[in-house]
């Protein structure tokens, strides 16, 4: 995700899947004892003796998923947020310290005294981020890192990376699995991909967006980045049947020129509304401001129509919210009339 990367109000989320918050969080106390988890995590091997009581979470689609897992009390800090937390979740979020808005330094995480670390992506647990998963090691910290940033991905380049081939939610699934596990708390993980799921199938039911093209802008006016095939963006695309204008590009958020978004034309523009400010036109305001204005924007249909449907950054990463993004979609394409 580029972090240094309107239908109108969106289907409500599915409350289901936050009540699980409601199961532990005062009192998600952890298990006597127990064997140790040991997972394969992006190609390290982690090793986690007994459930964390104070966990740090370094981006917030990871943040997230240990919330609705009712982990807050086994927490010791946040970081790295683009948007306000996620629906149902308002309160178990502010028991938990937040480190920084942004990427925190490595003194300042160790501070929090951890004895796990997750992260949503590569770069935050690699060089040039917070620390590298090494650093965290030899200090006797387990990390892990959301499986979504490593299946099928390549993160070698100066970008956001590129997938060799289409993510699936099932990938994310997996993450809230291998994160109940170290926790744990099993039995949550399962009833939350259950609600999950369940919103997938009620959000998709009956809809045909076969003949709809999409475009997904993240943030930036001046190199603006768009989604390619195959990351989360990818995983709404699908899931609606609808294409995506820029599946032909395998990176994950390109940065593309504005007279190759107009010659594409799509039907539909999926903006990202963010509430950080380390781009340009973060906000969806400031993004349908640029779009309304700009003489080479001005005149695309989907301009022209104010097709917009309005996301939250994490929706258009993959995490749980990946569900929401799909939810907000298929409302938008069914309140323009482009799809049954």
């Known amino acids: 995700?580029?972090?240094?990367?309107?239908?109108?109000?969106?289907?409500?989320?599915?409350?289901?899947?936050?009540?699980?918050?409601?199961?532990?969080?005062?009192?998600?106390?952890?298990?006597?004892?127990?064997?140790?988890?040991?997972?394969?995590?992006?190609?390290?091997?982690?090793?986690?003796?007994?459930?964390?009581?104070?966990?740090?979470?370094?981006?917030?689609?990871?943040?997230?998923?240990?919330?609705s897992l009712g982990l807050a009390d086994r927490m010791a800090g946040t970081a790295t947020w683009t948007d306000p937390v996620m629906k149902g979740l308002e309160k178990a979020n502010r028991g938990?310290?937040?480190?920084?808005?942004?990427?925190?330094?490595?003194?300042?995480?160790?501070?929090?005294?951890?004895?796990?670390?997750?992260?949503?992506?590569?770069?935050?647990?690699?060089?040039?981020?917070?620390?590298?998963?090494?650093?965290?090691?030899?200090?006797?910290v387990p990390t892990y890192v959301s499986p979504s940033d490593c299946a099928g991905k390549d993160n070698s380049g100066d970008g956001d990376g590129s997938r060799a081939k289409p993510l699936t939610i099932d990938t994310v699934y997996g993450e809230v699995r291998d994160l109940a596990k170290v926790f744990g708390v099993e039995r949550r993980g399962e009833k939350l991909i259950a609600s999950l799921k369940k919103r997938m199938?009620?959000?998709?039911?009956?809809?045909?967006?076969?003949?709809?093209?999409?475009?997904?802008?993240?943030?930036?006016?001046?190199?603006?980045?768009?989604?390619?095939?195959?990351?989360?963006?990818?995983?709404?695309?699908?899931?609606?049947?609808?294409?995506?204008?820029?599946?032909?590009?395998?990176?994950?958020?390109?940065?593309?020129?504005?007279?190759?978004?107009a010659d594409r034309d799509p039907d539909l523009l999926v903006i990202g509304d963010l509430t950080r400010e380390s781009q340009t036109a973060e906000s969806a305001e400031q993004k349908i401001a640029f779009l309304e204005s700009h003489p080479v924007t001005r005149n695309m249909t989907a301009v022209r129509n104010k097709r917009y449907v309005l996301?939250?950054?994490?929706?258009?990463?993959?995490?749980?919210?990946?569900?929401?993004?799909?939810?907000?979609?298929a409302a938008g394409l069914r309140e323009f009339g482009l799809a049954g």
């Open 1 to 67: 995700m580029p972090f240094a990367r309107f239908a109108r109000p969106a289907v409500p989320l599915a409350v289901a899947a936050l009540t699980l918050t409601g199961c532990g969080s005062g009192s998600s106390a952890a298990p006597a004892a127990r064997a140790a988890v040991t997972l394969t995590n992006c190609g390290h091997t982690v090793r986690v003796e007994s459930p964390p009581k104070r966990a740090v979470s370094l981006n917030q689609g990871t943040t997230e998923i240990m919330l």
């Open 96 to 140: 938990v310290e937040r480190i920084a808005d942004n990427a925190p330094s490595f003194e300042r995480v160790l501070d929090a005294d951890p004895d796990f670390a997750a992260a949503s992506f590569v770069s935050t647990l690699g060089q040039g981020g917070v620390a590298t998963r090494d650093q965290f090691e030899r200090l006797g």
């Open 201 to 261: 199938t009620t959000a998709t039911s009956g809809i045909d967006a076969s003949d709809v093209t999409l475009l997904y802008w993240f943030a930036n006016s001046e190199s603006p980045y768009m989604a390619g095939c195959c990351g989360a963006p990818g995983i709404i695309t699908r899931a609606l049947g609808a294409r995506n204008v820029f599946d032909d590009t395998h990176e994950e958020w390109p940065q593309i020129n504005w007279e190759t978004v």
């Open 311 to 329: 996301l939250s950054g994490q929706a258009m990463n993959p995490t749980v919210r990946t569900v929401e993004g799909v939810e907000q979609v």
